[in-house]
């Protein structure tokens, strides 16, 4: 046999990344979850004290620094949920070296301007 695929001497490979990253998805989905219910109680709230959901509601709901913060915490979970997502997804289907880690580059570069993008809307408000 030229490689074992059983035993102390079996080929290892993969980033074994495993447990901690199923975790941290599920942290993070439960996390969105909680978010999104937190913004429809809210916007019943509003919707309420205002009569109608119009745009000045809708951007006031956005105004306290409270709320910035936590939705800024869940735009940061949301693209920490997708690089997980995406990173496995480029791990397992591409097997070129270089195209494998240049689409993991473009992948990071892409999230870290969606971070920055929604920061500036979020604090333009």
């Known amino acids: 046999m030229a490689t074992e695929s059983i035993g102390p001497k079996r080929l290892v490979v993969g980033a074994h990344y495993g447990l901690g990253d199923w975790l941290a998805q599920r942290?993070?989905?439960v996390f969105l979850v909680a978010y999104t219910l937190i913004v429809v109680v809210y916007l019943v709230v509003v919707v309420r004290a205002n009569g109608a959901l119009d745009y000045e509601a809708w951007a006031g709901?956005?105004?306290?620094?409270?709320m910035k913060i936590l939705t800024l915490t869940a735009i940061l979970a949301l693209?920490?949920?997708?690089w997980i997502g995406m990173r496995d997804v480029w791990m397992d289907y591409v097997r070129p070296t270089g195209i494998r880690i240049g689409l993991l580059l473009m992948t990071i570069l892409w999230l870290i301007f969606c971070a920055i993008y929604a920061a500036q809307i979020l604090w333009s408000v």
């Open 27 to 29: 942290l993070t989905a």
């Open 61 to 66: 709901v956005f105004v306290p620094l409270w």
């Open 79 to 82: 693209l920490y949920h997708a």
